[in-house]
């Protein structure tokens, strides 16, 4: 046995089972990362798209709250569902910026690894608790990946962002100088700019977090060498089991074929090794039907079940030998040896209507056993 068998390394890949098992108990990837961007972008493009229904409704909100009642002044209680009021309306004048975001936030579960709603995920974990787990996380290498992406997002947003206000510092100055509208669209302006900038920064560290998320989940579900056999023999059985199992179905099948000898027409031995039991029915079969067949002990029962039912039996070595080789259960006989059948039947159906006179001899059948064609 290898080292890394020996240590427990986890070198297999996860399977089916193993997938299927973690996602049931919300185990995902996830990409925080991927999810920001997707909610940050999609608000940026919803107040691009909607900038002006968003404007008008956000108006109308302001004249509302910077004109309240009078009568509120008097009955200050009532200040409470005022402000639940401003803050309905609030939601309603910001309706297509709260929509698209909300379904944005789908976007990232269902890029990485689907919808997915598991009760175990939400029971609570004491492993979570304790102090080791802590540590591993604080200082660990999911500790330092999370670092690493730190760095890169401010890497990634500062210098986005950076380069749009080094850009555009001279003309934020010149703000002061414009009339108020003129002022306020170039400033709107200047600040959707920096959300485009910092919304594709934030993308492209999203491009780089989602595969490493699932690379890090794949990793983390791979098995041991002996994990991987555990699972298989706990998927298909054990051997003693399956074992049992064909036992039990040869020994039903060798009832139900014993069952069937009384029926036969013929059983066709070598003498004692081999014996296939035929049976045929003009109109209802094409040909004849092998109902049983064996070798050594299975012929011998077949035989004894044959005397004790009166069933013929004849003795035709090679025969027997073919048809076992060749035929199959429930099966009829194959073509080529219908003419060596036919004439062991004929001297069956001759011995039923023998009553006097000469005994019907015995056929003297030569078949090939390996060839085509019969002799006789």
Known sequence: MSENEQAGEKTELPTEKRLRDAREQGNIPRSRELATAAVFGAGVLALMAFSGTIARNTKTWMQ??????????????????????LLLRLMLAMWPLIVICLLASFLSPVVMGGLRWSNKSMMPDFKRM???????RLYGPEAIAEFTKSLLRIAFVGTA??????????????LLNQPLETAMVHGLGFTLKLMLA????????????????RWNWMRKLKMTREELRREMKESEGSPEVKGRIRQLQ??????????AVPTADVVVVNPTHYAVALKYEGGK?????????????TALRIREVADGNKV??????????????????????????????????????????????PMPASPSIDIDEFGKGARS
């Open 161 to 174: 962002a950076g380069l749009v206000v080094w850009h555009g510092i001279r003309p934020l100055r010149d």
């Open 130 to 136: 304790s102090p080791m787990a802590g540590m591993k």
């Open 312 to 357: 013929a039996i004849v003795s035709a070595p090679p025969l027997a030998r073919a048809l076992y080789r060749e035929g199959q259960l429930g099966k009829e006989i194959p073509v080529r040896l219908y003419s060596a059948v036919a004439q062991v039947l004929s001297y069956v159906y001759q011995l039923r209507s023998w009553h006097t006179g």
């Open 198 to 213: 910092t919304g594709g920064a934030m993308m492209l560290l999203a491009f780089i977090d989602a595969p490493y998320q």
């Open 64 to 85: 509302f709250a910077l004109s309240p009642e009078p009568a509120l002044w008097l009955h200050p209680k009532a200040l409470f569902g005022h402000f639940g009021e």
């Open 285 to 297: 079969m094409g040909a004849p039907t092998v109902v049983a067949l064996g070798v050594d002990e």
């Open 250 to 259: 040869q020994q039903l099948a060798n009832r139900r074929m014993m069952e």
